[in-house]
């Protein structure tokens, strides 16, 4: 039994590590991880169940990462693994990894900030520069280049940046 | 047109996802018309990204309204192969967008109501309409502040943009009442806790867009006769028109997929 529930584990944390390795195709530097994309990984036997929850409703990206996960755990010994959506709980970018942070910030993309603030319609926001840390920067667009992202400028090194919106 | 429409029997709990998933659809389709035509970049990119995330909430509400059904349909046969009459949803959303103030006018009523209906609909019992309304009610937030910075920009901009947001503001007025509206069916659906009466929340709609419209230095009309209609089927001439489009490649090629 003992041995049975430790090939067991030892296989749940192989296809956890194989689909915790996929990236968002927008934003390569981070994992589904890093991004709390990843929710669960179920073993029954040989069958692997990914659970997944959206970030936006409408992201492109969704139908990419499931594929992309199929493929990786394919790659890694487990035959036809499903992936499966759950809403509940919404996705929050509250559950991005203090490391999903940093790699963010070092790709040159603001990350999201508590999301405490999202609630004020025109409440006061500031992003610090992800280039060169300033505080004096601007809001150029509520939309940026993806559904998570808003477009902003520095005014200090004059840099426009991308700014991971909080959900 | 070669495709037979779908039938799809609406018990009170499909009608109520079809009203829900058909007016994201609608107003999603109507925000990608300007995909590629907005006044500038910025916008063009604004209203697309708003415009997917409605068509994403309308995918979410239509898969549930097919697993409710428990029939053969699914989210796509839903959207493709219903006609005019079978839509349910608000006249306010398939307006044309008209010049940009009637576009963001448009917007704003409903991103106004979307906002404090799916941030109720949390509560509701049933648990996917609630995991539904979680995700729904943070998207809403963002496309709220992005209608109502556009409406003081607007109002308070110059004369010319005044006064035609103010045109539109009281040609769209008379189709804000119908998102208030319940019908018998969904007020058993209301009493059994599954859904939000929304009549409850005409008064925190009401002050939040009085707010932003003096603010823009507009006026809300004073005239409180309201059109309605499309919970019921009974549409604007401008739904067929903008169906036949969204459904053009399904209905010449019946199946299609990419």
């Known amino acids: 039994m003992v041995t049975v529930l430790d090939r067991d584990s030892e296989l749940r944390r192989r296809a956890w590590d194989a689909a915790a390795g996929v990236v968002d195709p927008e934003i390569p530097v981070l994992t589904i991880a890093d991004l709390g994309v990843l929710r669960d990984v179920v073993l029954d036997g040989e069958h692997v169940e990914v659970a997944i929850t959206p970030t936006y409703s409408g992201c492109p990206a969704m139908n990419m990462i499931a594929l992309e996960i199929e493929v990786a755990l394919e790659r890694a010994g487990f035959h036809q693994p499903k992936v499966r959506t759950v809403l509940s709980p919404a996705w929050t970018t509250d559950w991005m990894s203090e490391e999903g942070r940093e790699k963010l910030r070092a790709y040159g993309i603001a990350p999201p900030q508590a999301s405490s603030s999202r609630r004020a319609l025109f409440g006061e926001q500031s992003v610090a520069c992800p280039q060169c840390g300033s505080d004096r920067t601007e809001l150029l667009s509520e939309f940026g ?23 | 047109m070669a495709v037979a429409n779908i039938q799809v029997a609406e018990t009170p709990l499909v009608l109520y996802a079809l009203r829900r998933a058909d007016d994201a659809l609608i107003l999603g389709h109507r925000l990608s018309e300007w995909c590629g035509h907005a006044p500038m970049l910025e916008e063009d990119m604004a209203l ?24 053969d349909n699914d989210e796509d046969k839903l959207a493709y192969l219903r006609d005019v009459r079978q839509y349910r949803n608000l006249l306010l959303v398939e307006q044309p967008n008209g010049d940009f103030a009637q576009t963001l006018v448009r917007q704003f009523f409903y991103a106004a109501f979307a906002d404090i209906y799916w941030r ?34 607007l109002g308070d901009g110059t004369d010319e943009s005044h006064a ?79 169906l036949s489009e969204l459904q053009s490649m399904q209905r010449t090629f019946p199946g299609l997929t990419w």
């Open chain 2, 120 to 153: 109720a609909m949390m509560k509701s019992r049933d648990a996917t309409l609630a995991a539904i309304a979680a995700k729904s009610e943070k998207e809403s937030a963002y496309h709220l502040r992005h209608a109502s910075e556009w409406i003081i920009r």
């Open chain 2, 164 to 242: 035609r947001a103010q045109e539109a503001i009281n040609h769209l007025w008379a189709f804000t009442g119908e998102m208030f509206a319940v019908d018998d069916g969904e007020r058993a659906l209301i009493d059994a806790g599954i859904v939000v009466d929304p009549g409850t929340l005409r008064g925190r709609w009401l002050t939040t867009i009085s707010d932003v419209i003096g603010e823009a230095k507009l006026v809300l009309p004073q005239n409180d006769w309201m059109q309605q209609g499309g919970r019921a089927g009974r549409h604007s001439e401008h739904l067929g028109h903008l």
């Open chain 1, 145 to 167: 280049s993806t559904s998570c992202k808003a477009l902003w400028r520095c005014k200090s090194c004059r840099e426009p940046f991308d700014y991971f919106k909080c959900h």
């Open chain 2, 48 to 71: 697309s990204n708003i415009a997917l995330d409605l068509i994403g909430q309308a995918r979410e509400v239509y898969s549930y309204a097919a697993k409710v059904e428990g029939k």
